[in-house]
């Protein structure tokens, strides 16, 4: 059993996904204990303090939920970063045979253990600055063998620290170098059955330039008949209708969106489809940013993700990610807390993301009262201690 006292303490309240005015609402207390029990909430009561408390704290919140990462990749792309500082674009790498065809060959050549290696270590670090846990994706391997190597070095990561890792499946993440389209998108259809043993969810980078929906309408109904749950790269690039076919699937998640149309707006705020958004993206290729207010009030419910990748986004840092979506996603503070934990919680199907009895104790303590202080400073680390699964770490 363990008591934490908290001056102040600020959570998601109600149902998730929690859509348009709701992500606002919130749960506040000032001086409240918080009893935590074998991994579980237990209680939060009003509590005088005495000296019977195990940590005192001065502000809590759930620990953060990263919905969107590309852990665990292998090697790095330091070179890219300084062509695109140059002035040539992601796409204009990515064509050619850099951009992910680079990190598919640095995965191939690696082994599981030298990937767990390094991704061991960014793992650490987002504990280090409040996560508890992330989504991590396979689409490095673009071959059954690879791809089934980025998918045991996530079930190893999550054997042997404290970060969850809930893993997805993005086999389609690009056309392997001289295979034909289709003939790919029939292959990845053989690999599923070995692939469930891992994951129940696949994801697909739908834009210009990879898959387009007419692609892979026929390739998600099969996997959804398989017990599938879908969610979608969308619309990053150019809007190939990739949002509209995410929401006609059923997704958990369409992602990114930065050319989501009006019209696909409103269907996505009346879908139960949520838009996870990723400004470190954005800010990292000089793009826009995607329409976080105009979803919200039309009543879409947001998840925040880092997106955390060798070549579009080698940014994790949620503080970062809280600043760039308070600036320029225009989210207000108590809609990003909410999007990058409850509603991330319910992208990934798990139960965190809440302070409240029943659910599960991943709990981030700061070391300041305001919350506006962790974008404020994002390069301070205001974290304290994470407790993850009932279990704490103090820094
Ligand atoms: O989400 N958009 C596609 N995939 C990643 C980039 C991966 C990479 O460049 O390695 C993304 O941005
Ligand atoms: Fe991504």
New binding site residues.
Partial sequence: MLRIHAEHLISPSGQAPKKGNEMKKIFEAFDVDIILNKGKIVDIKKHKITDDFTIKAKLVTPAFVDA?T?IP?FGS?AKEFYLRARGKS?SEI?ANGG??HS?VRMLRNATTDEIVKQNLKYLSLFKRHGIAAIEGKS??GLEKISELKQLKAMKILNEIQDVKVIPTFLGL?AIPIDVNKKDYIDEVKKWLDDIKEFTDTIDV?C?KG?FLPQDIEEFFEFAKNKGFKIRF?AD?IENVGAAKLAIKLGAISA??LLKISDEDISQIANSNTVATL?PG?SFYLGEDFAPARKLIDNGAAISIGS?F?????PIFNPAFIFHLALRFLKMEPEEILTAYTLNSSYVLGIENGKIEPGYKCDIAIWNTNELLDIPYMFDQNFLSAIIINGKVTIY
């Fill in positions: 969107h590309h990749f792309r992601y990515f951009g992910i990190s689409g490095y993440h980078f834009d990879v790269h990053e992602d990114h990723m993206t997106d990748n060798p070549g579009s986004c």
